[in-house]
């Protein structure tokens, strides 16, 4: 069974900094891309960012871009979102998930809020 | 991007009751379209990919059909943990974009 573990969340000012981690279990996790996804307090779910299974390969949306950096470590099956500039309509509730065209494992999720 | 809509956003069902729940694409995007199952607090659930193809453990009660635009999710004989939003995504071209979900609770 595929298990998916997302840590460093938490309360941050805006302008400031944080890096998720996502750590994976039960999976070849070298063989897969991976994947970020994100859900506003109360609202739906958005695509933040994917990297393909060997770490080559980025892909952002706009409303990042520039701002927050994906990135994997093969050798110990761990997915990481750096993100920086933090603003306040970046809080939310962020998942890592399995796959990068369809998502068939998450994470429970860690909470970022960006706040003063 | 290409957008998604569905319909409705919200509806009363009870227990027992068949639903449907609607999907569009603002282009055709061939069968690439994924439903997912969300209750209050958790994680998504992928419930059907490819349009129609069930997610292994998912129960047979959840059927999906429709190319191009237009998608639908069928709920026969809803039961109390089907209660929960549902989203479609997208994946036929990037960035992959997600419905705005539907939410079905109790009547």
């Known amino acids: 069974e595929v298990q998916l573990l997302e840590s460093g969340g938490g309360l941050v000012q805006p302008g400031g900094s944080l890096r998720l981690s996502c750590a994976a279990s039960?999976?070849?996790?070298?063989?897969?891309?991976m994947s970020w996804v994100r859900q506003a307090p109360g609202k739906g779910l958005e695509w933040v960012s994917t990297?393909?299974?060997?770490?080559?390969?980025?892909y952002y949306a706009d409303s990042v871009k520039g701002r927050f950096t994906i990135s994997r470590d093969n050798s110990n099956n761990t997915l990481y979102l750096q993100m920086n500039s933090l603003r306040a309509e970046d809080t939310a509730v962020f998942y890592c998930?399995?796959?990068?065209?369809?998502?068939?494992?998450w994470g429970q999720g860690t909470l970022v809020t960006v706040s003063s | 991007d290409i957008q998604m809509t569905q319909s409705p956003s919200s509806l009363s069902a009870s227990v027992g009751d068949r639903i449907t729940i609607t999907c569009r694409a603002s282009?055709?995007?061939?069968?690439?379209l994924h439903w997912y199952q969300q209750t209050p607090g958790k994680a998504p659930k992928l419930l059907i990919y490819?349009?129609?193809t069930l997610e292994s453990g998912v129960p047979s009660r959840f059927s999906g059909s429709g190319s191009g635009t237009d998608f639908t999710l069928t709920i026969t004989s809803l039961q109390p943990e089907d209660f929960a939003t549902y989203y479609c995504?997208?994946?036929?071209?990037?960035?992959?974009?997600f419905g705005p979900g539907t939410k079905v609770d109790i009547k």
């Open positions: 998930a399995k796959e990068d065209d369809l998502f068939d494992s």
């Open positions: 039960g999976v070849t996790f070298s063989s897969y891309a």
């Open positions: 990297i393909s299974d060997s770490g080559d390969t980025t």
């Open positions: 282009q055709s995007i061939g069968n690439y």
């Open positions: 490819s349009a129609s």
């Open positions: 995504q997208q994946s036929y071209s990037t960035p992959v974009t």
